[in-house]
Nanobody, 124 residues
Framework: QVQLVESGGGSQQAGGSLRLSCAASGGTFSSVVLAWFRQAPGKEREFVAAINRISYSTSYGNSVKGRFTISRDNAKNTVYLQMNSLKPEDTALYYC?????????????????WGQGTQVTVSS
């Protein structure tokens, strides 16, 4: 099973940018799809973005399309989430997740490894 550690969260004003990182270890990093989810207090976990190892194809949640970009560096076993034009509604705990197949899914139940999360807070 892959171990995932997120970093890069913090506080930012609306309109600003943050970049999250997720370092993977303990598994065959190159064999998984990596994704980002987020969860705000009192709300369900929401799909943010995912990237496919084979095709490097990506998928985004509707609320972040055009503002967030997911990327990965296989040599560093790391996936990134570049977040631009941040909004207060982006405030949440952001989780990195991995699954052992090459199929991108927006369903949290499809992922079998999770990080502990990193907090992102956007003020207006």
């Amino acid at each position: 099973q892959v171990q995932l550690v997120e970093s890069g969260g913090g506080s930012q004003q609306a309109g600003g940018s943050l970049r999250l990182s997720c370092a993977a270890s303990g598994g065959t990093f190159s064999s998984v799809v990596l994704a980002w989810f987020r969860q705000a207090p009192g709300k369900e976990r929401e799909f943010v973005a995912a990237i496919n190892r084979i095709s490097y194809s990506t998928s985004y949640g509707n609320s972040v399309k055009g503002r967030f970009t997911i990327s990965r560096d296989n040599a560093k076993n790391t996936v990134y989430l570049q977040m631009n034009s941040l909004k207060p509604e982006d405030t949440a705990l952001y989780y990195c997740a991995a699954r052992s197949t090459g199929i991108i899914s927006s369903q949290s139940g499809a992922y079998d490894s999770w990080g502990q999360g990193t907090q992102v807070t956007v003020s207006s």
